[in-house]
C-alpha cells in the first residue's frame, strides 16, 4: 500500500502559512508529485493554498486597497500598522507604490491574537477564493496535470505537425473522440463523508425534480470587502458552489429524508449507465518548439487513461 499523508493544523490560521510552503513546493517541485503538478488532483490542497501564487499576491493587493479604504471588518489600517510594525501609508495618508510582500505579510500575521489571525485570513482567503472561483467557470484555472479517464479512446484524425531535424522526435496532432463514464456519488459514499455532518441540508429541485445535498463551503470575499457566505451543493454526478442569496431564491426546497434517499439512489443508477462521448484536439510528442503557437485561451494539460494505456499531451478542446 503507498502512504498516506494527511496534513493536520489546528484552528490557528497562521498556520496556513506552512501549508502554503508545502503547497508551492508541491506545484514546483513535480518529483514529489509523480512528475507533474497535480496537487488539486490527489485532494491535498485547493489552488487557493499557495499563498505565493500570482492569484494570492493580486488578493492581498486588493486586501491592502480594502485595509486602506476602511472596509474591511477585521482590522484598522492604524491598528494593523501598529501590530505588525509594517508601514503601509505615506506622510500624506496614501498607500505605498511598494508594499510588503507576501512573505512578509504573512510572518508578521504569526505574532497577532489568534482571534485578529483568524478574521484577517478569513476575509483574505475570501478574495482569493473568489478569483479561483472565477477562474473556474472561466476555464483557466491552472490546476496543472488533469487526468481524464475514458472507456475507449477512437482516433479520429493523426496528423503529425513538425519532425525535429536532429532527433526525428514528432510533434503530432490528434483527434480523439472519447467514450467517457461519469463519476457517480454512490449513497453509501455520501453518508460515509456527510452522514454525521452538522448543517447539511437535503434538497431537491421543484423544476428539475434533481436532488442535491446543501453542505458547508468557504466564504468569499467580494471587491468591497462583503464576506459572502457560500454553500455547496453535492449531486450524484458533480458538485456546485453557489451564495446562501442565490440559494434562497433558486427552485432548491427541503425533502424528508427517506424520498430524498430513493431519489438519490435512482439518480445515482441513470448517471451510472450513462456514457457521455466528447471529441477533443490533442497536441502530443515533442511540445516546447510549437509551444507559442497553441492557442491562448481553454489550453490545458491532460493526461488520458483508457485503463490500458496511457497518453499525456497538452490539449484544447475542440470549438
Keep these: 500500500m503507498p502512504p498516506v499523508f494527511r496534513p493536520v493544523v489546528t484552528d490557528c490560521k497562521g498556520e496556513r502559512r506552512a501549508i502554503s510552503?508545502?503547497?508551492?513546493?508541491?506545484?514546483?517541485?513535480?518529483?514529489?508529485?509523480?512528475?507533474?503538478?497535480?496537487t488539486g488532483g490527489q485532494n491535498l490542497f485547493r489552488p487557493g493554498d499557495n499563498l505565493e501564487s500570482d492569484m494570492?499576491?493580486?488578493?492581498?493587493?486588493?486586501?491592502?486597497?480594502?485595509l486602506h479604504h476602511g472596509k474591511l471588518a477585521s482590522v484598522t489600517m492604524e491598528a494593523f500598522q501598529a501590530m505588525t510594525g509594517l508601514k503601509l501609508i505615506d506622510e500624506h495618508g496614501?498607500?505605498?507604490?511598494?508594499?510588503?510582500?507576501?512573505?512578509?505579510?504573512?510572518?508578521?500575521?504569526?505574532?497577532?491574537?489568534?482571534?485578529?489571525?483568524?478574521?484577517?485570513?478569513?476575509?483574505?482567503?475570501?478574495?482569493?477564493?473568489?478569483?479561483?472561483?472565477?477562474?473556474?467557470?472561466?476555464?483557466?484555472?491552472?490546476?496543472?496535470?488533469?487526468?481524464?479517464?475514458a472507456e475507449?479512446?477512437?482516433?479520429?484524425?493523426?496528423?503529425?505537425?513538425?519532425?525535429?531535424?536532429?532527433?526525428g522526435a514528432e510533434t503530432r496532432l490528434l483527434h480523439l473522440e472519447l467514450h467517457l463514464k461519469p463519476r457517480v456519488t454512490g449513497w453509501d459514499r455520501l453518508m460515509r463523508i456527510w452522514g454525521r455532518g452538522e448543517d447539511i441540508a437535503m434538497l431537491r429541485n421543484t423544476r428539475s425534480h434533481k436532488v442535491?445535498?446543501?453542505?458547508?463551503?468557504?466564504?468569499?470575499?467580494?471587491?468591497?470587502?462583503?464576506?459572502?457566505?457560500?454553500?455547496?451543493?453535492?449531486?450524484?454526478?458533480?458538485?456546485?458552489?453557489?451564495?446562501l442569496e442565490q440559494l434562497a431564491q433558486s427552485h432548491w426546497q427541503a425533502v424528508d429524508p427517506d424520498p430524498f434517499q430513493q431519489t438519490w439512489i435512482?439518480?445515482?443508477?441513470?448517471?451510472?449507465?450513462?456514457?457521455e462521448i466528447e471529441t477533443i484536439h490533442v497536441a502530443t510528442g515533442l511540445l516546447l518548439p510549437v509551444w507559442h503557437k497553441l492557442p491562448q485561451e481553454d489550453v490545458r494539460v491532460w493526461r488520458i487513461d483508457d485503463g490500458a494505456d496511457t497518453c499525456a499531451a497538452t490539449t484544447t478542446m475542440a470549438g
Design 94 to 149: 496614501h498607500l505605498l507604490e511598494r508594499l510588503p510582500p507576501i512573505q512578509r505579510w504573512l510572518n508578521r500575521l504569526l505574532a497577532l491574537r489568534i482571534a485578529v489571525q483568524n478574521a484577517i485570513f478569513e476575509e483574505y482567503m475570501g478574495l482569493i477564493q473568489a478569483r479561483a472561483d472565477a477562474a473556474r467557470e472561466a476555464g483557466t484555472l491552472d490546476v496543472g496535470v488533469e487526468t481524464i479517464r
Design 56 to 66: 494570492a499576491k493580486e488578493a492581498l493587493g486588493q486586501w491592502y486597497r480594502l
Design 266 to 275: 435512482e439518480q445515482a443508477a441513470e448517471a451510472d449507465a450513462v456514457s
Design 212 to 243: 442535491a445535498l446543501s453542505v458547508p463551503s468557504w466564504s468569499i470575499t467580494d471587491e468591497e470587502g462583503q464576506v459572502i457566505p457560500m454553500r455547496e451543493l453535492i449531486r450524484p454526478i458533480g458538485t456546485r458552489r453557489i451564495t
Design 152 to 167: 475507449k479512446i477512437v482516433t479520429l484524425a493523426d496528423q503529425c505537425l513538425r519532425r525535429d531535424p536532429r532527433t
Design 21 to 38: 510552503t508545502v503547497a508551492r513546493r508541491l506545484d514546483t517541485l513535480g518529483a514529489l508529485t509523480r512528475g507533474q503538478r497535480q
